[in-house]
């Protein structure tokens, strides 16, 4: 295995570890939401993102502690833009490395609010770095209530499905 491989390896264990971990302790206002949060984020991937984040980061210094958070939050992003892609009202893809796309494998609704609920999560992740200022911690505070304001949707849809 070449130096490159080893590098990516040990950068998707890491990554994939940290991410499982932004999870734990997580209030679930709607479990659905959750499953299909986890569901993108977790599914695998190369993770060359946040391999080009620690690269990028460790050529100026900064600890692996501390990138652990912004890999983590462009991943969570990805995801997020992943979910919207493969959605029937743009590619309309039924597989994504090869399992059911979240909108197959959930439904539209909870597929599409999963997607902006990943994009609020990453600045929620960007918000526990350590050593960043209270200033630039506030100023992603705003993005917390996104995600709840998924999760009420995706149960007043499951709701209105019944009626």
Known sequence: ??????????????????????????ESHNAPLLEAMKYALLLGGKRVRPFLVYATGQMLGAEKQTLDYAAAAIEA???????????????????????????IQFDEA????????????????LTKTPNISAEQKTGFNSNFSARRWCARNVFRAKLRSYF
């Open 77 to 103: 992003i990805h995801a997020y833009s992943l979910i919207h892609d493969d959605l029937p009202a743009m590619d309309d893809d039924n597989l994504r490395r090869g399992h059911p796309t979240c909108h």
């Open 1 to 26: 295995m070449g130096h490159f491989s080893e590098e990516l390896q040990q950068v998707q264990t890491r990554i994939n570890r940290f991410l499982e971990a932004q999870f734990e302790g997580i």
């Open 110 to 125: 909870t597929a599409i609010l999963a997607g902006d609920a990943l994009q609020s999560f990453a600045f929620e992740i």
